[in-house]
Antibody, heavy 116, light 112 residues
Framework: QVQLVESGGGLVKPGGSLRLSCTAS????????MSWIRQAPGKGLEWVSFISSSSSYTMYADSVKGRFTISRDSAKNSLDLQMNSLRADDTAVYYC?????????WGQGTLVTVSS | DVVMTQSPLSLPVTLGQPASISCRSSQSLVYSDGNTYLNWFQQRPGQSPRRLIYEVSNRDPGVPDRFSGSGSGTDFTLKISRVEAEDVGVYYCMQGTHWSYTFGQGTKLEIK
């Protein structure tokens, strides 16, 4: 069955960096666009970024542009999100999801807390 | 960004009664390929979201047929024909037509 498992979340100071990873299984990873979506505590859902199946195309929300970088490794069935210059308002659960225009699978999420 | 406006934001419903959630977009969601990328997600307490409906009215496998989606252009609706206890949670609409894709604020369904 399709599984998306995120890792790498934790507590980081403002201005710091963190790298999230997502390991995919149960489907042909290289066939799908992949995305990151986040949810601040008690709040709604916000798109962060997506990457095309071949890694040739990426898009970012304005709120993270220039600070976050999405990448993937089809040999390892993994999706990454490098987050730099983190701010308090980046605090959220970050979900790895399959798809873009119509997401059909979500991971369980990993919590990122930005606080001094 | 396209603004997605849901109503109501809180929806108390008696078990067995119908429920309806409206989602309106600030721009038409018809994409250049002719599809309308409007999705509905359910997030149960403590869980990740899961998709219920894609492209306005297509129900995902395993989703009970009491859930249905309808609408066009900028005006969309999710209906639950008879609410059950397992339907408690927050429901989000999401547009995948215009980047940056956006979600509605969420509608919290609770049992009255």
């Amino acid at each position: 069955q399709v599984q998306l498992v995120e890792s790498g979340g934790g507590l980081v100071k403002p201005g710091g960096s963190l790298r999230l990873s997502c390991t995919a299984s149960g489907f042909t990873f290289s066939d799908y666009y992949m995305s990151w979506i986040r949810q601040a505590p008690g709040k709604g859902l916000e798109w962060v970024s997506f990457i095309s199946s071949s890694s040739s195309y990426t898009m970012y929300a304005d709120s993270v542009k220039g600070r976050f970088t999405i990448s993937r490794d089809s040999a390892k069935n993994s999706l990454d999100l490098q987050m730099n210059s983190l701010r308090a308002d980046d605090t959220a659960v970050y979900y790895c999801v399959r798809g873009t225009r119509s997401i059909d699978r979500w991971g369980q999420g990993t919590l990122v807390t930005v606080s001094s | 960004d396209v603004v997605m406006t849901q109503s109501p934001l809180s929806l108390p419903v008696t078990l067995g009664q119908p429920a309806s959630i409206s989602c309106r977009s600030s721009q038409s969601l018809v994409y250049s390929d002719g599809n309308t990328y409007l999705n509905w997600f359910q997030q149960r307490p403590g869980q990740s979201p899961r998709r219920l409906i894609y492209e306005v009215s297509n129900r995902d496998p395993g989703v009970p047929d009491r859930f249905s989606g309808s609408g066009s252009g900028t005006d969309f609706t999710l209906k639950i024909s008879r609410v059950e206890a397992e339907d408690v949670g927050v429901y989000y609409c999401m547009q995948g037509t215009h980047w940056s894709y956006t979600f509605g604020q969420g509608t919290k369904l609770e049992i009255k």
